[in-house]
C-alpha cells in the first residue's frame, strides 16, 4: 500500500494518524520529493473510477495562480495528467493506492470502508 502524502498538510498528518491508528502497514512518499509520474497518474486515474479533477489540489496556491479553475475544461485529460506530473503541489492529496483501489482526499468513512477488511 502506497500512501502518497505532503507532511506539512494537516489533512496528511489525519489521514497517517488514522492509518496508524488501525494498523495498516503502508510505504509513506513524500508527493513534492517524488512526484507522481504520468504513467503512475494516468494507471491511478483509470483505476479510481473519480473525475480526473479529483486529482487536482484545488485549494492550492499553483491551482489558483496558473488559473486552472477556468483552463481545465478547455484541456484534454492527456494535458491535464501532464499538467499533474510536472508538480506534485497540484495533486490533490492524501493519496492512497493499494493495488486497483485509488483512494484520493481523506474523508474517514470512505478510507474505511475501503482498507479496513
Given at each position: 500500500m502506497l500512501f502518497i502524502c505532503y507532511p506539512k498538510c494537516s489533512t496528511c498528518q489525519k489521514a497517517?494518524?488514522?492509518?496508524?491508528?488501525?494498523n495498516i502497514k503502508y510505504t509513506e512518499r513524500h508527493i513534492v520529493d517524488a512526484?507522481?509520474?504520468y504513467d503512475e497518474l494516468k494507471d491511478?486515474?483509470?483505476?479510481?473510477?473519480?473525475?480526473?479533477?479529483k486529482f487536482f489540489n484545488t485549494s492550492g496556491l499553483i491551482y489558483k495562480e496558473m488559473q486552472l479553475k477556468d483552463k481545465l475544461s478547455t484541456?484534454?485529460?492527456?494535458?491535464?495528467?501532464?499538467?499533474?506530473?510536472t508538480n506534485g503541489?497540484?495533486?490533490k492529496r492524501p493519496l492512497m493506492v493499494?493495488?486497483?483501489?485509488?483512494?484520493?482526499?481523506?474523508?474517514?468513512?470512505?478510507?474505511?470502508?475501503?482498507?479496513i477488511k
Amino acid at each position: 500500500m502506497l500512501f502518497i502524502c505532503y507532511p506539512k498538510c494537516s489533512t496528511c498528518q489525519k489521514a497517517k494518524k488514522w492509518v496508524d491508528e488501525h494498523n495498516i502497514k503502508y510505504t509513506e512518499r513524500h508527493i513534492v520529493d517524488a512526484n507522481p509520474t504520468y504513467d503512475e497518474l494516468k494507471d491511478w486515474y483509470s483505476k479510481s473510477g473519480l473525475p480526473l479533477k479529483k486529482f487536482f489540489n484545488t485549494s492550492g496556491l499553483i491551482y489558483k495562480e496558473m488559473q486552472l479553475k477556468d483552463k481545465l475544461s478547455t484541456m484534454s485529460e492527456e494535458e491535464q495528467l501532464q499538467l499533474l506530473a510536472t508538480n506534485g503541489m497540484l495533486v490533490k492529496r492524501p493519496l492512497m493506492v493499494n493495488g486497483d483501489t485509488v483512494i484520493v482526499g481523506f474523508k474517514e468513512a470512505e478510507w474505511a470502508e475501503k482498507l479496513i477488511k
